[in-house]
């Protein structure tokens, strides 16, 4: 009996330390992140990166207003740029057979820009599209690689921060 009572004291011993252990690793954590919010915030430049992280948002924002009702992908995720791919593709084949060339223009520009195989696809839109509309295509091709290229960095830098 002795050596039963021996084991069931020593786990009741083996459990407080634990409990001690896992109660102190607790305290030193919540230490620390207190300890290091408080040097992040005691940082001279912590208000002017906030202000440099709101102006970033800002713009991201009135980019992406400014660019219509279409969503753009999330430049992270590889399946949300083929559906923008081939949602904006759609969109500039319908609005230009509508007639309507400058909106057509935009979208087809906006998918070749995402394209990783932009020379395939330019040569593509060269045989399927009228010299017009494909000189269009050319003409506004770098303004929309410009805003893709601000979009992906003001995500990238949010997301990160």
Do not use: W
Not at 19 to 26: I, P, Y
Not at 68 to 89: H, K, M, T, W, Y
Not at 116 to 126: D, M, Y
């Amino acid at each position: 009996m002795s050596s039963v009572q021996g084991s069931s004291s020593l786990s009741a011993f083996f459990r407080e330390h634990m409990l001690t252990a896992a109660s102190v690793a607790a305290a030193a954590f919540v230490g620390y992140c207190i300890y290091f919010d408080h040097k992040r915030r005691c940082a001279p430049d912590y208000k002017q990166k906030i202000r440099e992280n709101r102006r970033a948002a800002a713009k991201a924002k009135a980019l992406n207003s400014s660019s219509g009702s279409r969503s753009l992908p999330n430049f992270a995720d590889v399946s949300e740029i083929q559906a923008f791919f081939l949602q904006e593709v759609q969109l500039g084949e319908e609005m230009i057979a509508a007639g309507n060339l400058e909106e057509g223009t935009d979208h087809i520009c906006n998918a070749v820009t995402v394209c990783g195989q932009q020379q395939q696809l330019l040569q593509i839109f060269e045989q399927a599209l009228p010299p017009e509309h494909y000189a269009m295509v050319i003409q506004k091709l770098p303004e929309a690689k410009l805003v893709i290229k601000l979009i992906r960095i003001f995500t990238i830098s949010l997301s990160n921060n």
